[in-house]
């Protein structure tokens, strides 16, 4: 089943602006990946943000996290073309220790344009 | 950096037969997946085994088998392919956590036509 699922399903914005994309999910978990994929490539993972954290920051990449709501947000701030992608997020089942099951939301493809 | 490596890039087999995805992974991951992904419905996991020769199902393990003899390897069998399982299949591996998911390291697909 799908757990997580990101909102919007297209994004198509200018070069040079942000990008945000949001992801909710279902049930507790103890933390949320987001993976970017480039067309007929596989995923490449981004950024981890546990339960207990907040936000994080990778170079562009802002993640924010809010439990009580159930959601995240992945921010790309100054894009480029290059960031043209399909970007998904995952959540682990919060439960048992070692499960190392990932459940993947549908994407947002994003689309930069110069 | 780690490398996980699918066979095929591109697949075309015939309805009724057996196939093989073959994945191979270069990192001593310990938790290796295959995924099927098509259109409007992102990534589902198929199988998904954590050690040598062990094995779970995912959400979608209908009509498929999966084989770990050996650490690095992973296959992924159709028994007797349909034009359903016409999809991209995305395998990947995954360290040992502790206490929290690793990020997992994906092959670039297979692509897989079923006629």
């Known amino acids: 089943s799908q757990q997580g699922e990101e909102d919007p399903q297209a994004l198509s914005i200018q070069e040079g602006e942000n990008a945000t994309m949001n992801c909710s999910y279902k049930?507790?978990?103890?933390?949320l990946q987001w993976y970017r994929q480039n067309s007929g490539r596989g995923l490449v993972h981004l950024i981890l943000?546990?339960?207990?954290?907040r936000e994080k920051h990778s170079g562009r990449l802002r993640v924010t996290l809010d439990t009580s709501k159930k959601s995240s947000s992945l921010l790309i701030t100054a894009s480029r073309a290059a960031d043209t992608a399909s970007y998904f997020c995952?959540?682990?089942?919060?439960?048992?220790?070692?499960?190392?099951?990932?459940?993947f939301g549908t994407g947002t493809r994003l689309t930069i344009i110069p | 950096d780690v490398k996980v490596t699918q066979s095929s890039r591109y697949l075309v087999k015939r309805t009724g037969e057996k196939v093989f995805l073959e994945c191979v992974q270069d990192?001593?991951?310990?938790?290796m997946f295959w995924y099927r992904q098509d259109p409007g419905l992102g990534l589902r996991l198929i199988y998904f085994?954590?050690?040598?020769?062990?094995?779970e199902k995912g959400d979608i393990p209908e009509g498929y088998s999966v084989s770990r003899e050996k650490k690095e390897r992973f296959s992924l069998i159709l028994e007797s392919a349909s034009t359903n399982q016409t999809s991209m299949y995305l395998c990947?591996?995954?360290?040992?956590?502790?206490?929290?998911?690793?990020?997992?390291?994906f092959g670039d697909g297979t692509r897989l036509s079923i006629l």
């Open positions: 990947a591996s995954s360290g040992h956590g502790t206490g929290v998911n690793q990020p997992q390291h």
């Open positions: 049930t507790s978990i103890n933390n």
């Open positions: 943000i546990r339960s207990n954290e």
């Open positions: 995952a959540t682990d089942e919060g439960a048992n220790f070692g499960n190392e099951k990932l459940t």
């Open positions: 990192m001593d991951h310990e938790n």
């Open positions: 085994s954590y050690d040598v020769k062990m094995k």
